[in-house]
């Protein structure tokens, strides 16, 4: 029984393949505007203190924007993603705003890498079992 073993260029490519598609941009509009306008997907609020929520599915009710869904990303100092309740940001209260956007590019290098691993990878496999 041969044991096959993942060549670490797949592994590397697959960790790049998580993060490409999609990225934030810094919006210039009101998070009132941006969300009736555009209706992104997520935003991401930056508030007074540094603390960055991001509100997937997000709305307008009466002066605060809130998610949509159910629960609220939110990230810790050191970057990690945490989940919790739904809560609302007061419209005063957003320092800047971004919002999620498909990253074109970004995804079409990483779905090449993929096709180049999964093909370097196949012929490790014929090749090692010969």
Known sequence: ????????????????????????????????QLIVEER???????????????FDQPVVA?????????????????????CRGVRAVALNDVQALDVQQPAALRTLVAITLAGVALYYGLLIAVFSTG
Do not use: K, N, Y
């Open 40 to 54: 992104p997907v997520a935003i991401r609020i930056t508030l007074a203190d540094g603390e960055r929520v991001v």
């Open 62 to 82: 009466a002066d605060s924007v809130r998610s949509g869904e159910q629960c609220e990303r939110t990230f810790t100092p050191e970057g990690r993603a945490q």
């Open 1 to 32: 029984m041969h044991r096959h073993r993942v060549p670490p260029i797949a592994v590397l490519l697959l960790g790049l393949l998580l993060g490409a598609c999609t990225s934030w941009r810094p919006s210039t509009l009101s998070p009132r």
